[in-house]
């Protein structure tokens, strides 16, 4: 008997949700949105954006993706039945160097074709989104914009230490 009192058991909250997930450096990267918005195309995109920068990047889960609350941090792991593949417009289903496990440190909310496009200055009360109890940095982004992948590499890098 040490004396210590026991330690409280640590409750994961688990859910599976529709988007992509990927690794910038140490950082994940969560991609949500409706169907149609970009997310593939966008997670490619900032794959091959920060590879060219030398920086580590891989896929972690394409469309679905499970997230699980541990120790007050958000991990993102591929679904099973399509880990290590990934859609790309127009090629179908390819498969893809993935990881199978990140540490959530931001989120990008990507808007469809029928919302409203990302407001030019965000409000300051839309900085940050919950999931599973974890707060993280948010970004509203529009996929089809020009630069997008830029800005959004830019966004990851301002919260992220690579």
């Not at 990881?99 to 200055?121: K, N, S, T």
């Amino acid at each position: 008997m040490t004396g210590a009192p026991p330690q409280a058991e640590q409750v994961e909250e688990r859910i599976m949700i529709h988007a992509n997930a990927l690794l910038i450096g140490a950082a994940g990267v969560l991609l949500r949105g409706p169907s149609g918005a970009g997310k593939s195309g966008l997670c490619l995109e900032l794959i091959h954006l920060a590879q060219g920068q030398g920086l580590f990047a891989r896929l972690i889960g394409d469309d679905r993706v499970a997230l699980v609350r541990r120790h007050g941090r958000l991990l993102a792991r591929p679904h099973p039945a399509i880990a290590g593949a990934i859609e790309e417009r127009g090629r179908g289903v390819l498969p893809a160097e993935f990881e199978p496990a990140g540490v959530l440190r931001c989120l990008i909310d990507l808007c469809g074709e029928r919302d409203e496009p990302p407001p030019r200055y965000p409000p300051e009360e839309g900085a940050e989104a919950d999931l599973c109890g974890v707060t993280l940095p948010r970004l509203a982004a529009d996929a089809r914009e020009a630069g997008a992948a830029r800005r959004i590499l830019s966004f990851i890098h301002q919260f992220v230490a690579f």
